[in-house]
């Protein structure tokens, strides 16, 4: 049974009052939290393309699973970057 609802399904009171509030969302978090859509982010000012923004990386261990570096320039912080990847184990490593 899922928090907020009962054994039939239906909304119990504290779900009725949490999906009362997530019906004055608006925007990307209206339609992730509400509707369930993988949408994109507020206030994008680029996106993504596989041909530009997707390179071979030789920073990450090629003996481990796969991974990925995300890098992200901002105006209060002007440069962040990450990796991660899954190591032997299956477990996530995560370098900054």
Same mark, same amino acid.
């Given at each position: ?8 399904? +239906? ?14 969302? +608006? ?9 369930? +859509?993988?949408?994109?982010?507020? +206030? ?7 041909? #530009? ?28 970057? &990450?990796? &991660? #990847? ?11």
């Amino acid at each position: 049974v899922l928090e907020g609802y009962d054994e039939e399904g +239906n909304p119990t009171e504290t779900g009725s009052k949490y999906l009362a509030r997530l019906e004055n969302l +608006n925007g990307s978090r209206r339609e992730r939290f509400l509707l369930g +859509n993988w949408v994109g982010m507020e +206030n994008a000012i680029y996106t993504l393309s596989r041909d #530009q923004h997707i390179l071979e990386c030789n920073v990450l261990n090629h003996e481990w699973g796969m991974g990925a570096i995300g890098v992200d320039y901002g105006d209060i912080h002007p440069k962040t970057a &990450v990796a &991660v #990847q899954i190591g032997p184990t299956g477990r996530w490593y995560v370098r900054l």
